[in-house]
């Protein structure tokens, strides 16, 4: 049974529609077309078509009933003109102009498709180093990532999805200080998520406490040398200040790597979990655990039979997309098909946890996931294996680490993977991937600006039948995030529903361990910390994650980011002293200002925004827009107001404006090399203008790119207002499906 929820998010973003944006298939079509386009599969593999027709149904019935779910292109393309079913994709970058353009028009390709994308940009020379064949230096990978980071803004993805891109570097580049500190402005490169590759030497060197060598990838050269803890201290305090760069051991992921004859793995997809060679792509799908499960007598357990049916038509269907997917270019056609990589994982596992009544953050709860996990991995690998002897193995078989395994003959190099699978778990009403609950209730904003309490389900089905539910409960849970601490919830149910910021960082390193344990690819995890946590945290969980053979470490402190709208209200309070808490008024309205008027045309008409100033700096804001009278123009008259108050009160005119970017209305406007997404966005830009005017001199009506309010108020979805969560270095809303990375 799909939520309202699924259904808006599915309408929205998957299903068919015309030029007019009519829609031209349900949610039934939907789950219909993905099942019969895959397994239309099976007939080049000489298949008959009553057996085509089965098997889609068996598909359909899997996908529809919700145990699994593929990722999203497949769902949006299955069965269309576009055909572009990967999520994943890595493209190599060389040293040279050619390729590095060649790259982005590709990138430009998959995006446009709705992939997303991981770079390694450690094969480009440092800044500044020579080139022989123009007699000057080169920029180096930064300003090449920004060049990536700009045609990603030019396209969202197929029309449904945002791009979104990894950078990596490895940690002996001599550009690695420069990279590691690249998103401290976090305005910049907001298409990027960003990851150090560190090697083996390096980890040995930083716990030593040693020097280690940077290397020069012009010729290989050793060109200089960093102290290995320095580094490593620097790669901590930049994820403790914002959540980036996440870290990636390189030589772990190698040693694991199926196919070495044919080369080496130097990046992953853009959160992090699916490593993959260069011109390599991968398709990965999740089974929703929280339905799999069995009553027994008056409590859960967990339904073998049902998962292990499950993973074999998943398998299947995951090998079946290779087949039918249409590639964007004819060498990830080849790499992906010589090596036949899937990525089957989990989501849900939170709730499936809920249901047994076992706490996340326990002994248990890790023994479950180890159950779990190696289950879906041996019953995946079985099935790849029957595939093998059906279909033959994968291309590039001989030489890899399995040609070397007696008698072991498989179809795909890898089997498993563990996804965020933010707007798969909307689908799916589910927790997402294996992370915890972010909140037991949540505050969601409808659009006439009404706020409703939308509680956990298990949670809400427990309060009402131990008798302790109330609605006044659920707002006060909404206002702290979670119920560990409450004295109106009983203490054992305080344990069982720990939230991410309840549970111990180090049971996040535990948790992602024990699944990294027995998948073949990586897992995606965010380690969440509380805003009071010290860098000193964060260096004890990038070693626990050494230590207990995770493949990478992905951290998100709360509120780290500079002007973050909190998400729960009770972890915002801040001591704040005695003078700081005198409540101080604007001063006096100056008699005589100066300043100038610019028109904007915004989608509700012109609209003529004054600014003025005086001897102390600007003090206030004036609009008028060419259509007079109504709400419109009420509202405006407010906005102004407030405007002048706050400058007047000494508030930075920079910081009213980065938060007037990038607020949407229905109607935005286009013109002069940007789009003018509301009146409010309106007003940003004329204060950006008579700023830059003023520090400048030089007078420019063009209209820059917006930030996006993710970029600078990572708190709140800029669709629909409601609380986001953040997965793997991205956002995501998990009321109207709204994502973005970097």
């Known amino acids: 049974m799909l939520t309202k929820n699924a259904i808006t998010v599915l309408e929205k973003r998957y299903l068919r529609k015309d030029e007019e944006g009519n829609l031209l298939e349900d949610v039934d079509g939907m789950f219909r077309r993905v099942a019969r386009a895959i397994a239309d599969a099976e007939i080049a593999h000489g298949k008959s078509e009553k057996h085509v027709e089965g098997l889609a149904g068996e598909f359909y019935e899997l996908i529809s009933n919700l145990d699994f779910l593929p990722n999203s292109p497949t769902l949006m393309n299955a069965g269309r003109e576009l055909g572009q079913l990967s999520a994943c994709f890595v493209l190599p970058i060389d040293d040279s102009m050619e390729s590095i353009f060649e790259t982005v028009k590709n990138t430009a390709l998959i995006h446009k498709s709705g992939g997303g ?17 123009t007699n000057g230096v080169s920029s180096g990978p930064i300003s090449f990532m920004e060049v990536f980071n700009s045609a990603t803004e030019a396209i969202k993805q197929g029309g449904t999805r945002r791009g979104a891109n990894m950078g990596c570097l490895r940690v002996d580049h001599p550009d690695i200080l420069d990279f590691i500190t690249c998103k401290k402005d976090t305005t910049k490169l907001t298409n990027f998520n960003i990851s150090v590759l560190l090697t083996e030497k390096f980890m040995q060197a930083a716990i030593k406490n040693k020097d280690y060598d940077l290397i020069n990838p012009r010729d290989g050269k050793p ?35 199926p196919t070495p004859h044919i080369g080496e793995i130097e990046s992953t997809n853009p959160c992090g979990e699916q490593p993959l060679l260069p011109y390599e792509s991968c398709n990965l799908g999740s ?20 998962l292990r049916r499950a993973v074999q038509l998943a398998v299947r269907f995951l090998d079946n997309v290779i087949d039918v997917n249409r590639y964007p270019l004819e060498e990830i056609s080849k790499m992906t098909r010589g090596n036949r990589k899937i990525g089957l994982g989990v989501m849900g596992f939170a709730d499936m946890l809920l249901q047994l009544g076992i706490p996340y953050d326990s002994e248990e709860g890790i023994s479950i996931a180890e159950q779990v996990m190696s289950f879906v991995h041996n019953e995946g690998r079985k099935v790849s294996c029957e595939l093998a002897k059906e279909r033959g193995v994968f291309p590039n078989f001989k030489g890899s680490i399995y040609d070397r395994k007696d008698g072991m003959e498989v179809r795909n190099a890898t089997v498993t993977t563990i996804a965020p699978t933010g707007t798969l778990s909307i689908i799916a009403a589910c927790s997402s991937g294996v992370e915890p609950l972010f909140a037991i209730s949540y505050v969601k904003r409808v659009m006439d600006g009404t ?32 119920v560990r601490g409450m004295d109106e919830v009983p203490e054992d149910v305080q344990r069982v529903f720990g939230t991410a910021l309840d549970i111990a960082p180090v049971w996040h390193i535990r948790m992602q361990a024990a699944f990294q344990r027995f998948t073949d690819n990586a897992v995606s ?30 951290i998100y402190r709360y509120g780290s980011r500079d002007a973050q709208v909190l998400n729960v209200s009770g972890k915002d309070k801040k001591t704040i002293d005695a003078s700081a808490a005198i409540v101080r008024g604007p001063r006096a309205r100056p008699n005589r200002t100066h300043g100038c008027t610019e028109r904007i045309n915004t989608g509700c008409g012109n609209l003529y925004v004054t600014i003025n100033e005086d001897e102390e700096g600007l003090c206030e804001v004036f609009t008028a827009m060419g259509k007079a009278g109504g709400c419109a123009s009420s509202q405006l008259e407010a906005i102004g107001r407030l405007i002048s108050l706050a400058l007047r009160a000494g508030v930075d005119a920079q910081s009213i404006q980065k938060h007037l970017r990038g607020i949407r209305c229905p109607t935005p406007a286009w013109g002069n090399g940007g789009s003018v997404l509301s009146c409010a966005d309106a007003i940003g830009i004329a204060i950006e203008h008579y700023l830059s005017q003023r520090d400048t001199g030089v007078s420019s009506d063009e209209i820059s ?18 609380a986001v969560e953040h997965e793997s270095g991205c956002v995501v809303c998990r009321f109207c499906g709204f994502s973005k990375c970097g």
């Not at 060109?223 to 772990?252: S, Y």
């Not at 089974?287 to 049902?306: G, P, Q």
């Open 117 to 133: 994308t991981g770079f390694s940009f450690s094969r480009l020379r440092p800044a500044h180093d020579c080139v022989r064949s």
């Open 451 to 482: 706020e409703l309490v939308e509680a956990n389900p298990y949670f809400e089905r427990v309060a009402r039948e131990r008798g302790f539910y109330s609605e006044d409960l659920m707002r006060k849970i909404a206002e702290r995030g979670g």
């Open 525 to 554: 995890k965010t380690v969440n910390f509380p805003e009071e946590a010290t860098p000193e945290d964060v260096r004890e969980v990038y070693k626990l994650a050494y230590k207990e053979g995770c493949k990478g470490c992905t």
């Open 705 to 722: 790119k917006h930030v996006d309010k993710l970029d600078v108020m990572v708190g709140a979805c800029p669709d629909c207002g409601s």
């Open 287 to 306: 089974i929703n655990l929280a339905v799999m499960l069995k009553s027994v007598d008056d409590h859960y357990e967990v339904d073998f039979d049902r």
């Open 223 to 257: 060109c200089k040398k960093l102290n290995a803890a320095k580094v490593f201290d620097l790669i901590v305090n930049m994820a403790w200040t914002n959540g980036e760069p996440g870290i990636i051991f390189i030589d772990r992921i190698n040693r694991d790597n």
